[in-house]
């Protein structure tokens, strides 16, 4: 049975010159244009460094991709992940045409709707109304097709009251409720999205991944993911595609893709150790106890923290604290261990401290966390231990009321702690 390819990419290679626009210099363009009229390969295309964002570099030229090449069945949902700066917004800029590659081609077996950055494609000054129409004829529509959707469009994105108010007043998440309406209703045969659907809330989160659902299944239509959201990915996607540093180092099942994604980006092993040191106060070991006993844990479930700690001399104020955070270092979360009643290191030796947190209330994605070791009364800090212990929040879908109106990325936490002396 042969397959139905509807997006085909050969070879696919895009390069910039660093602080320039184009090429930066006439005398560059005048150089490729000599070696083209002569019939002779485009001379930058043999330099340039690779697309690691992390070190300095020794060319003006990085190749913001290189090489790249899969192909895509009709009715696919295909996720593209990867770190920042990896190429992911490069390549669907390419596939969306919105700029083109330095090397390689693409064919595409239908029309293409793409949701790449908030407000693309919509004219400010138009209102919503207008912008469905503008970006229906984009596509391709008639004014009678675009018509026969425009209900549903206004219906599902949530902004039937402002639809005829100019776009340059809704605020961000109208705008990408209403864009995201316009590309999914509007029937293009690819659906390309980009990370942008981060913008809207939970509730809209949950509408626009089952509707992509439906039109992959219903329609037959094929749909282009990008996320960081590894949870949104796992229940989208079907096949995965991970990129690094501008190359493709994984293409294959989602769930392989999405591990291959966390063992090169996070320590996915969810317990920490420290060398043994016998002469200093200090952490000996951290440890997130989930409640699927593995790297993830349920949405709204208790999550126990183990945090051992050693010293060889007896502490007047000794205070642990720790933070859960997010993969881009945010602090969502900060317990503080502190009071005569969590009083500990009367003696010396080591002791293992449990923090528990009852119906752990965070979105769904990855965190990590941050422990510190100190004494208050000395003012002196021990010890810490950072982005350790990495664990993904997931969700489960008997707990509906996660996305009732009001809830919030966090809430206070109800945190107990126990101590034990071990030796």
């Known amino acids: 049975m042969s ?13 910039y010159r660093l602080g320039q626009v184009g090429t930066g210099t006439m005398a560059h363009d005048l150089n490729r244009w000599w070696h083209q009229v002569r019939g002779k390969e485009d001379p930058y295309l043999k330099i340039g460094d690779t697309n690691d964002r992390t070190t300095k570099g020794t060319s003006d030229y990085v190749w913001a991709l290189q090489d790249i090449d899969f192909e895509v069945e009709r009715g696919e949902i295909l996720g593209i992940i990867g770190k920042n700066g990896a190429g992911k917004s490069t390549l669907l800029k390419i596939l969306s045409r919105v700029t083109a590659p330095t090397t390689g081609n693409i064919k595409f077996g239908g029309r293409v709707a793409s949701l790449l950055e908030v407000g693309t494609g919509f004219n400010g000054e138009m209102t919503g109304r207008e912008n469905i129409y503008l970006n ?26 402002y639809i005829d108010t100019p776009v ?53 239509r094929t749909v282009l993911f990008v996320s960081h959201n590894m949870a949104a990915v796992k229940q989208l996607c079907t096949r995965g ?48 106890l989930t409640n699927l006993k593995s790297f993830y844990h349920d949405f709204k479930e208790d999550l126990v923290i183990k945090i051992n700690l050693f010293s060889p001399e007896i502490l007047i104020q000794p205070a642990v604290s720790y933070q859960i955070v997010s993969v881009n270092d945010e602090p969502i979360v ?33 965190y990590k966390l941050n422990v510190f070791f100190a004494d ?11 982005n350790a212990c990495s664990f993904e929040i997931i969700l489960n879908e008997k707990r509906d009321y996660y996305y009732s109106k009001g809830s919030a990325m966090y809430k206070e936490q109800n945190t107990s702690w126990k101590i034990n002396k071990i030796d």
């Open 3 to 15: 397959k139905d390819i509807i997006l085909k990419a050969e070879n696919i290679s895009k390069q």
């Open 241 to 288: 595609i991970v990129l690094e540093d501008g190359g493709v180092v994984f293409d294959g099942d989602i769930d392989e893709a999405i591990q291959q994604y966390l063992d090169v980006n996070f320590d996915i092993s969810i317990m920490y150790n420290t060398e043994l040191r016998n002469d200093v106060a200090h952490i000996k070991s951290v440890e997130v």
């Open 376 to 386: 208050n009364f000395l003012k002196k800090k021990f010890d810490q231990v950072l």
């Open 334 to 366: 900060h317990e503080l261990n502190l009071g005569k009643e969590n009083m500990f290191c009367e003696e010396t030796g080591t002791y293992e401290l449990i923090s528990e947190i009852k119906q752990l209330s965070l979105y769904p994605g990855i």
């Open 136 to 161: 229906g004829a984009i596509l391709g529509m008639t004014k009678k097709e675009i018509a026969s959707k425009i209900d549903e469009i206004i219906e599902f994105s949530g902004c039937e009251r």
């Open 168 to 220: 340059k007043r809704y605020s961000s998440g109208m705008t990408v409720r209403l864009a995201f309406a316009v590309a999914a209703f509007l029937e293009p045969d690819i659906l390309i999205i980009d990370e942008v659907l981060a913008v809207g809330d939970a509730e809209f989160q949950k509408k626009a991944i089952g509707k992509m659902q439906d039109i992959s299944k219903e329609g037959g």
